[in-house]
Nanobody, 126 residues
Framework: QVQLVESGGGLVQAGGSLRLSCAAS????????MAWFRQAPGKEREFVAS????????YYTDSVKGRFTISRDNAKNTVYLQMTSLKPEDTAAYYC???????????????????WGQGTQVTVSS
């Protein structure tokens, strides 16, 4: 079992910054990759960024590339999402996810991941 707890969400004005954290506990030695997804009201949950646990190789969706940075601290079993130049369209509940294996699926798919956090709300005002 892996438990994920997100933190760091809040209300910020357009152009501002937030840093999200996701702390993992349990079978953390089994983690292959971690990712951030987001879901706005009335929309489907979408991929934001991912990072491999061993090599720390990041991957971003085009809409956040250059503005968001994903990173990880293996010693703390924590993944971060540094969000800068925030836009109102970034408003969503942000979810942390963990994958325990490399599946024959794209890592941007929800079913690539085995565990999910409860989410943290990010609201960007204009």
């Amino acid at each position: 079992q892996v438990q994920l707890v997100e933190s760091g969400g809040g209300l910020v004005q357009a152009g501002g910054s937030l840093r999200l954290s996701c702390a993992a506990s349990g079978r953390t030695y089994s983690i292959y990759a971690m990712a951030w997804f987001r879901q706005a009201p009335g929309k489907e949950r979408e991929f934001v960024a991912s990072i491999s646990w061993g090599g720390g190789v990041p991957y971003y969706t085009d809409s956040v590339k250059g503005r968001f940075t994903i990173s990880r601290d293996n010693a703390k079993n924590t993944v971060y999402l540094q969000m800068t130049s925030l836009k109102p369209e970034d408003t969503a509940a942000y979810y942390c996810a963990a994958a325990l294996s490399l599946r024959p699926l794209s890592s941007v798919r929800l079913d690539f991941y085995d565990y999910w956090g409860q989410g943290t709300q990010v609201t960007v005002s204009s």
